[in-house]
């Protein structure tokens, strides 16, 4: 496949490790065509990677057709990147080439403010996203997966643990790390009753994760047909999430809901199911903002919170996590020239439950 685009100029003039095919988007109202970035030469501390599979996140079909208002053309999408390390910068510690590695949604941060000495880097106000990002190595923005190679300093490239199912890992690094994270951080466990609402990615990764801690998990749906895939993923119980009735009963019984719903929803039938002291997190994130009762939150002292992926320290214990219980996402792995189609797909939900391009594909 011909990469027939061109290097911006102010890239050419960079020390580079030359053309690196990949797919990008030049408008919002483009599809993904082949392009030709360039990639740094590794500095001390960076690692370089073949991408081998990449995760598409539907932040990318957001920023691909510029629905936040923030795109910068042209956009290469991709944050759930597993591949191997091709190369290394002479400090590198923590990889050797032919390691296989990881990256998901930050490529750096400032290192210094509270959040990133806390590890938790997915809150600095500096941080560096995978792609769409200022790019302070070669000018420009940042270019994600949806390419044949990545240059990313090694504090932001994970160990992958289990390598047998690497297109199962890649979406671990944007949906499992943001579902892990508010799980991990509420203490969820043996002996607690906790909710998942909406099965789409998120959930689906939620269901799973949830139920390996231990917890007793219930998941919320609007879809009926999805009951017998819920069970599958580590469901006790399916209630949906329209039925008054079946919402009523359960009221005052959850100690955590993880609520992943992406468009607007009926909020305070949710918080009447916490108990006393009980959490509710968004990870879900709704366009138009949400009507709270505040005698939804007063009587029983709930929580209400929000939560954004996670920090480099607990992606790894995430990716640790999932290989100690045999923990994937459910993948359709496609050709990177079936993009198009599948975010077509992606906005009709038909997929179970992420598309992972096979970089194979890409010449
Ligand atoms: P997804 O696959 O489309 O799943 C969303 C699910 O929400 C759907 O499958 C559906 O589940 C439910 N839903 C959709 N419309 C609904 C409605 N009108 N009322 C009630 N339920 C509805 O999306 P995803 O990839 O899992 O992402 C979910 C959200 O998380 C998105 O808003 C995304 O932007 C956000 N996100 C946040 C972070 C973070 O760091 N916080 C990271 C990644 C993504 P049922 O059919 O089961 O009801
Ligand atoms: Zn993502």
Redesign the pocket.
């Known amino acids: 496949m011909g990469n027939t685009a061109t290097l911006p100029e102010q890239q050419l003039a960079k020390k580079t490790s030359g053309n690196t095919p990949a797919y990008a988007a030049q408008d919002a109202k483009a599809p993904l065509a082949p392009f030709s970035i360039a990639r740094r030469e590794p500095g001390p501390t960076d690692v370089q990677i073949e991408i081998l599979f990449c995760g598409v996140?539907?932040?990318d079909l957001?920023t691909a057709r510029n629905e936040w208002a923030n795109a910068v053309y042209p956009v290469v999408p991709g944050h759930e990147i597993v591949g191997r390390v091709t190369k290394i910068g002479k400090d590198v510690k923590k990889f050797k080439q032919g390691d296989y590695a990881a990256v998901g949604?930050m490529v750096d941060s400032d290192r210094t403010c509270p959040e990133c000495k806390d590890d938790l880097e997915?809150y600095c106000d500096n941080v560096i996203i995978t792609y769409n990002s200022p790019d302070k190595h070669l000018g420009g923005m940042t270019y994600g997966g949806y390419s044949k190679q990545i240059v990313v300093d090694e504090h932001f490239v994970l160990r992958v643990p289990d390598t047998k199912n690497l297109a199962g890992v890649a979406p671990l690094l944007?949906?499992g790390i943001?579902t892990y994270s508010p799980l991990h951080h509420w203490k969820v466990g043996k002996g607690q009753k906790v909710g998942i609402?909406?099965?789409?990615?998120?959930?689906?990764m939620g269901l799973k994760l949830a139920h390996a801690m231990g917890a007793k998990v219930t998941?919320?749906?609007?879809?009926p047909g999805?009951t017998e895939d819920?069970k599958r993923l580590g469901a006790d119980e399916v209630v949906i999430?329209?039925d008054p009735e079946a919402m009523a009963k359960l009221n005052g019984t959850f100690d955590f809901i993880l609520d992943?719903?992406?468009?607007?929803?009926d909020i305070n039938a949710l918080l009447n199911l916490l108990k006393r002291d009980g959490s509710l997190v968004?990870?879900?994130?709704?366009e138009k903002p949400m009507e709270v009762a505040a005698f939804s939150l007063i009587p029983k002292r709930r929580h209400f919170s929000?939560?954004?992926?996670g920090g480099i320290k607990e992606t790894q214990e995430m990716l640790d996590f999932c290989a100690k219980h045999g923990i994937t996402s459910d993948v359709e792995i496609i050709p990177i020239q079936k993009i198009n189609e599948a975010y077509e797909r992606?906005l009709k939900?038909d997929?179970k439950?992420?598309f992972v391009i096979d970089m194979a594909s890409l010449k």
């Open positions: 996140c539907h932040s957001h949604c997915n944007c949906a943001t609402v909406g099965l789409g990615d998120l959930g689906h998941l919320f749906t609007t879809s999805k819920a999430s329209k992943t719903v992406s468009a607007n929803h968004l990870v879900g994130a709704p929000g939560s954004m992926i992606l939900s997929v439950y992420r």
